[in-house]
């Protein structure tokens, strides 16, 4: 099943989470942000392949494989250019409406590089 909606609508912060917490294992939850803001917080369980490596042709990591990724950064512009990025390379991917900032307003956990209360920056 494709993630992407016939109209073209991205994902609320809860779509994706219901999307890929949980026992729901077959979609992959990638931030896309730099370094820095990967380590200040993300989501739990999500995985880390910065825009810029993806642009510069970086491969993702093998966590998320052939599976269907739901693309998030700090507001939702890189997220977007990366599933259009990652959807030219035959990937399943969709963003997130309103990034990280969303999904924290939203209450959702967010986790530092050490697994603590994290923040969004």
């Known amino acids: 099943m494709s993630l992407f909606r016939k109209n073209g609508t991205r994902l609320s912060v809860d779509e994706a989470r219901s ?4 026992d729901r294992c077959g ?3 990638l931030d896309v942000r730099e370094e820095s803001e990967w380590r200040a ?3 739990p369980g999500a995985v880390h ?3 810029t490596g993806l642009v510069a042709g970086a491969a993702l990591p093998r966590v998320a494989g052939r599976r269907a990724l739901v693309v998030i950064c700090r ?3 890189r997220s977007q250019q990366a599933a259009k990025l990652l959807a030219g390379r035959g990937a399943d991917a969709v963003d997130v ?8 307003a939203a209450g ?3 986790v530092d590089e ?3 209360c994290g923040s969004i920056v």
């Open 114 to 116: 050490r697994g603590n």
């Open 97 to 104: 409406e309103g990034g990280m900032k969303a999904w924290a």
């Open 108 to 110: 959702h956990p967010v």
């Open 41 to 43: 917080g993300h989501a």
């Open 75 to 77: 507001s939702g512009h």
């Open 49 to 51: 392949a910065p825009l």
């Open 19 to 22: 999307r890929t917490g949980g």
């Open 27 to 29: 979609e992959v939850l």
